[in-house]
């Protein structure tokens, strides 16, 4: 039997979007809850994403005249996700994604950019961007919420085992003190959950070993915009204890990063919103587009990443200044560069000045026209030539960003075991689940995914 040293009705393990989300639900729906996280502050990957949330049907939509709906979003994720996304649980997300969008609003008091972007992939404006464009303004509302609600955060305290008493899900075996440079420093505690646990430590983009192992090609050699931390413990324990995985090998690549800078960096606000959206990308050796610019993150990154060395991305100002987007600091850190003429720009990365300026030529002939013929790309109603100098640039190379695949979960949030049945007392959300995305997740659909089942988590494991 167990000796616990504390109990709980509700333990919540990770202090992103999805475990915050969840322990607020859960305390709203009357449960004890704790929340742990494993490093020395809470955030996660969570508090250096974009803060980019997509919904369907949304009063700032109408604003906007932009004509949206659940089953248009279903579609859109479905298509990238290859048809392999689980359709119950798609259809959760995508049909819960503006009641989410409106309580982050209205009850955490998250602010957001009075716009609406589209991401490639999707097939209509329906992505909001948090205020300073950073995940970092979502996870201050909601750790102001859990002070609010007196929800106790323990950091540097780090999973070890879960709990299972031969039928349920009874509680976890906690290192407190964890320190990830000294892995055995720090405490064991037993820590009992008396309605549930609920698994919120995201995925494992910084787990080399691991991912090698789903996809060959993601060794070492491959950088990650993932802090260090995002590794796979969490969910191989569940594993251990039955736990179904679901889709374990698709494994996103973020096409908008650069070689020159680590980690998520500065240059993807300039390539994917304003280099994808207005601009070309170009071959390193020919000079020529390659690919549909605006296609979804599993298309560009497998085409970039196929060229085995850094494409190119181009725009000039006259996109830059209508984007609206402060792009100076990835100026500041020459991430991206500027030109005054296409010669020196092309003379600079190498490339062949005359295919390049016959690129842009066709690419300017596109935008006249409506009508890419050569990738069938969108041309969005706001397109423009690329012509008014100075011209900008920066070099892509794709980094591990999101692993689509994880524990297999229901429309409720319960983890399932390998019988496809619900493993009592054990709820997950979040990346480190499986099925919602499939073989590719379009932009801004993770904190989305976070938010829609982190509430639903929440309030069912509070019983």
């Known amino acids: ?33 704790v929340v742990l996280e494993k490093m020395k502050a809470p955030g996660g990957n969570s508090i250096i994403s974009d803060g980019g ?26 298509q990238a996700g290859l048809g392999l996304n689980h359709p119950g649980l798609l259809r959760v997300l995508t049909q819960n994604a503006a009641e989410a969008f409106r309580w982050s609003e209205e009850y955490l008091g998250v602010e957001y950019m009075d716009r609406v972007d589209r991401f490639g992939g999707h097939s209509v404006n329906r992505c909001y961007a948090a205020a300073g ?25 780090c999973l070890e085992k879960i709990i299972f008493d031969g039928e349920r899900v009874t509680g976890l075996s906690v290192r407190e003190g964890y320190n990830y440079k000294d892995p055995e420093a720090g405490t064991i505690k037993n820590l009992q959950a008396d309605s549930g646990v ?48 679901v889709q374990l090998s698709h494994i996103q690549l973020g096409a908008w990063t650069s070689p020159d800078e680590k980690g998520f960096g500065s240059g993807p606000l300039f390539a994917d919103y304003i280099g994808f959206l207005y601009g070309i990308i170009v071959h390193p ?9 605006q296609a979804d993150r599993k298309v560009l990154g497998d085409a970039i990443l196929s060229v085995g060395r850094p494409s190119v991305c181009i725009s000039d100002h006259g996109a830059v200044e209508h984007s609206g987007w402060d792009i100076s600091r990835a100026l500041k850190k020459k991430v991206v560069k500027t030109f005054e003429t296409v010669e020196g720009l092309a003379g600079h990365y190498g490339l062949p000045a005359d295919a390049l300026s016959q690129t842009i030529t066709e690419f300017n002939r596109a935008v006249a026209s409506g009508v ?27 980094k591990v960003h999101y692993t689509m695949g994880g524990l297999q979960i ?27 995305h499939g073989a590719c997740r379009l932009g801004s659909c993770a904190i989305t995914d976070c938010l829609v089942f982190g509430r639903i988590a929440g309030k069912n494991a509070a019983g």
């Not at 990770?14 to 989300?21: I, S």
């Not at 949330?53 to 479905?78: C, R, W």
């Not at 609600?149 to 305290?157: A, D, N, V």
Request: aromatic residues 8%.
């Open 133 to 157: 464009i950073t995940g970092a303004t979502i996870i201050r509302a909601m750790l102001k919420k859990i002070k609010e609600l007196g929800i106790p955060l323990r950091k540097s305290t």
């Open 285 to 293: 050796d020919t000079g020529k587009r390659f690919v549909n610019e």
């Open 410 to 436: 229901n429309e409720e949030a319960r983890v399932i075991d390998l019988d496809h049945r619900p493993i009592p007392g054990l709820y997950a959300a979040g990346e480190v689940t499986g099925g919602v």
């Open 53 to 78: 949330v997509a919904a369907a049907g949304t009063p700032l939509q109408k604003q906007h005249g932009i004509e949206d709906s659940p089953e248009l979003f279903y579609n859109d994720m479905l």
């Open 1 to 33: 039997m167990t000796r616990w040293d504390e109990t709980f009705d509700v333990i919540v393990v990770g202090a992103g979007f999805a475990g915050l989300t969840a322990a607020i639900e859960a305390r709203n729906a009357g449960a004890r809850v």
């Open 198 to 245: 609920i698994v919120t430590t995201g995925g494992f983009g910084a787990d080399v070993a691991f991912r090698a192992v789903q996809d060959p090609r993601l060794t070492g050699k491959i950088d990650t915009t993932n802090k260090i931390f995002a590794t796979g413990e969490a969910l191989v324990e569940a594993m251990r204890l039955g736990a179904a995985p």
């Open 372 to 398: 890419d013929v050569e990738y069938g790309r969108p041309i969005l109603h706001d397109s423009m030539p690329i012509k008014r100098p100075p011209f900008y640039a920066m070099r892509l190379w794709p």
